[in-house]
Nanobody, 116 residues
Framework: QVQLVETGGGLVQPGGSLRLSCQAS????????MGWYRQAPGKQRELVAT???????NYVDSVKGRFTISRDNAKNTVYLQMNSLKPEDTAVYYC??????????WGKGALVTVSS
């Protein structure tokens, strides 16, 4: 099994930056892709960005050019660098590990609040 722990959430002013980290432990060799999702109050969870074991990345249109997903395999960690944050980016951000087979693993989430 894989365990995921997100860190780095917090309160930031509009236009500011935050970096989220997601450290994986356990059976990490089974992980094919990792990603960040978010869920704002009253809304469905949505994909933010994903990165595969081959370092292929994908972003939702609303964060392209502002967010960057990366992974450090030596540290078993995936990052989400968020720049030019907007109030509409406020949400709980979840880390997800995907596999070739079976259900994905989710972290418990990190709250990001963008407000002046």
């Amino acid at each position: 099994q894989v365990q995921l722990v997100e860190t780095g959430g917090g309160l930031v002013q509009p236009g500011g930056s935050l970096r989220l980290s997601c450290q994986a432990s356990g059976s990490i060799r089974s992980i094919y892709s990792m990603g960040w999702y978010r869920q704002a109050p009253g809304k469905q969870r949505e994909l933010v960005a994903t990165i595969t074991s081959g370092m292929n990345t994908n972003y939702v249109d609303s964060v392209k050019g502002r967010f960057t997903i990366s992974r450090d395999n030596a540290k078993n960690t995936v990052y989400l660098q968020m720049n030019s944050l907007k109030p509409e980016d406020t949400a709980v951000y979840y880390c997800k590990a995907g596999y070739a087979y079976g259900a994905p693993t989710w972290g418990k989430g990190a709250l990001v609040t963008v407000s002046s």
